[in-house]
């Protein structure tokens, strides 16, 4: 069983940055797709960021410019840099892997709060 830990949450006055980082129990370099996602309670967890084999990237369009995702393949780490953080980022962020033919491993969340 594939296990994720996130790291790097907190409460962060708005404008501030944070650094979230996902270290999986599994080699990353192979996997098909990574992602952060975000949850508010009562509404439907949404995708921040992604990065797919090949490294290309995509952004939901509220964190474009502000946040970026990368991974370190030595360290199976997924990380997530966020910059300039706005209250409206206050959620749960998940760190989300895909392999190849698999249906994923999600880890079990980290709180972001962002104070105004």
């Known amino acids: 069983q594939v296990q994720l830990v996130e790291s790097g949450g907190g409460l962060v006055q708005a404008g501030g940055s944070l650094k979230l980082s996902c270290v999986a129990s599994t080699s990353i370099a192979g996997m098909r797709r990574m992602g952060w996602h975000r949850q508010i309670p009562g509404k439907q967890r949404e995708l921040v960021a992604g990065?797919?084999?090949?490294?290309?990237?995509d952004y939901a369009d509220s964190v474009k410019g502000r946040f970026t995702i990368s991974r370190d393949n030595a360290k199976n780490t997924v990380t997530l840099q966020m910059n300039n953080l706005r209250p409206e980022d206050t959620a749960v962020y998940y760190c989300?892997?895909?392999?190849?033919?698999?249906?994923?491993?999600w880890g079990q969340g980290t709180q972001v709060t962002v104070s105004s």
């Open positions: 990065l797919r084999w090949g490294d290309s990237t």
């Open positions: 989300n892997i895909v392999p190849w033919g698999g249906s994923g491993y």
